[in-house]
């Protein structure tokens, strides 16, 4: 009886999260007006595009006019949702996007993330203070703790502060929103979940191989419908784009794939402007995969999914940042 019990409570579940998931793809608006579909950031009530440009990859550029233009002409275009983190590319991440965004209003038009590193009350209140500056702007529409890949950092955001200086921050109107990212394990961010805390938002990997290997898809999502939280994907093409190199998906099925997902933003790496038309193209043309089309995919993919190869930031340390692995003791070199 319990097993039938359990069994009955499973499938209501996942027929909630299915409906949820629904909702969220049912928000989706016509890119005619906004140069880009939107949806809606969960509890938040904020409408972003579904498309955001990473801060990381757009200031990868060594001329820093080449790195303004790209941002500017994104947000121009309609992609409203900026993508940045304090320790990206030492600080220039910030620094370029608060240049592009401080020039002929545009501010206004962005919903600008930005995402602080230390799990520590006094560090994180400096960092704010630093993006703040370097972004040139007295507020952000998001503050999200970066990185929560490691099973103690749960415990370190609450406990050693930062989440303390998050609360102060937004009771001074200097952050709108708050939430945290990770790219590594499912269960962190479950157990960042379980915390008594009323996130806005999750940022996790959204790529067509994730239903196979540590899937947030199946294992998170449906726990961030459930709390009513915006969810942003990242990681689309696996953080390497191995996988369209190697012919074994386009780059098409992987945009329309993510976007077919219950996440109101993609973030995508864009680093010059010919991957911006791409991506613009993309994302103004996307349908929602149907369930043929999307058991088709997940089939075509099956035998190279469940070993994580094309997902290798989920099981090594290479993929972490330098700060996170010094902040957790662990050399800057190796897997």
Same mark, same amino acid.
């Given at each position: 009886?319990?097993? =039938?019990?359990?069994?009955? !409570? ?10 949820? @998931? ?5 928000? =989706?608006?016509?890119?005619? @007006? =906004? ?24 200031? !990868? ?6 790195? *303004? ?6 947000? &121009? ?8 983190? %304090?320790?990206?590319?030492? /600080? ?82 200097? *952050? ?14 479950? $157990? ?6 009323? %996130? &806005?938002? @999750? ?36 953080? &390497? @784009? ?6 074994? *998906? ?13 996440? =109101? ?36 993919? $099956?035998?190279?999914?469940?070993? /994580? ?8 340390? !290479?993929?972490?940042? /330098?700060?996170? !692995? ?7 070199? /190796?897997?």
């Amino acid at each position: 009886m319990l097993e =039938t019990g359990t069994t009955r !409570r499973g499938f209501i579940n996942a027929l909630s999260a299915a409906a949820l @998931a629904e909702e969220v793809m049912a928000q =989706t608006s016509s890119a005619a @007006a =906004t140069g880009l579909p939107t949806r809606v950031l969960g509890k938040t009530g904020a409408r972003v595009s579904i498309l955001g440009i990473g801060g990381a990859h757009a200031a !990868r550029s060594k001329d820093e006019g080449e790195c *303004v233009r790209l941002i500017q002409t994104a947000l &121009d275009e309609g992609m409203t949702f900026m993508d940045n983190a %304090w320790e990206y590319n030492g /600080g220039r991440s910030e620094d370029v996007m608060g240049k592009a965004l401080v020039m002929d209003g545009r501010r206004k038009k962005a919903f600008l993330m930005t995402k602080v590193c230390s799990r520590e009350y006094a560090g994180a209140m400096q960092q704010l203070e630093e993006s703040l500056k370097r972004l040139q702007t007295d507020y952000l529409d998001l503050w999200q703790f970066h990185e929560c890949n490691y099973h103690n950092d749960p415990e370190w955001v609450f406990e050693k502060g930062a989440v303390k200086a998050a609360l102060e921050a937004r009771k001074q109107g200097k *952050v709108r929103f708050i939430g945290f990212t990770g790219h590594k394990a499912p269960a962190i961010h479950l $157990k960042m979940l379980a915390q008594q805390f009323d %996130w &806005d938002t @999750a940022q996790m990997p959204n790529n067509v191989m994730d239903a196979g290997f540590l899937s947030f898809r199946q294992e998170v999502m449906p726990v961030c419908l459930r709390k009513k939280m915006g969810i942003i994907g990242m990681k689309g093409i696996g953080g &390497d @784009a191995r996988m369209v190199n190697a012919g074994v *998906v386009t780059l098409e099925e992987c945009y329309r794939y993510c976007l077919s997902q219950p996440v =109101t933003v993609q973030v995508v790496g864009l680093s010059d402007m010919e991957m911006l038309k791409t991506a613009l193209r993309l994302g103004r043309a996307f349908q929602p995969l149907t369930a043929a089309e999307s058991a088709a995919l997940q089939a075509k993919v $099956k035998e190279v999914q469940g070993d /994580g190869r094309y997902e290798l930031f989920k099981s090594s340390k !290479r993929y972490d940042s /330098g700060y996170h !692995r010094e902040q957790h003791g662990f050399e800057l070199q /190796g897997a």
